[in-house]
């Protein structure tokens, strides 16, 4: 196992050091998360690599099921839906199920994009996941809109075309008006 730091200033390198089985890389962050996750891949050794953002969870019983699909199975990549909490019991609604993802053939697929980086496959050889990951990124409403900005901060770097750089501004004025949390029921 390997965890990929870039910046951390909590307490997770120490965390990760009790673990005898994980292995620490420190990796800098260049405004470019598609950048991120494949310098977090070329660590890898495994042909097939499953990972996590700090801040997300999933079922443990994911991997009898990624393990099943990549062995019985000529396919890329498996996407999960994810849910985007504040709290336990409070969801965002917007985009889910949020598709994203994590378990992929290190050979056959890369990352794209700096922002909202995608794993490059042909659609026909990703698998979607019955399983959910959860996402507690945002402790509150306002945490979420601070990220938002810093969204929009990378776009601005890496947009070049003045209309999709509009579009993008547009959808964050969108999102800023109407992101209200909601309870996990209304989502489904």
Known sequence: MITYLNGSTDQTESIVKTFPLCRIVHGEFHDDFARLRNDAISQCQNDHIFGLDGDEYIDPKVYYEIKRIFETTDLYAIRFPRYNQY???TYVPRFYPDYQTRALDRKQTHYIRALHEIVQAPENMIATSIFHIHHRAYKDIESDIEDY????????????????????QKAYTIFEKEAKPVPKQNLL
């Open 87 to 89: 709290t336990p019991d």
């Open 149 to 168: 900005i810093l969204q929009c901060k990378i776009a601005e770097k890496h947009i070049s075309h003045e209309s999709a750089r509009a579009r993008f």
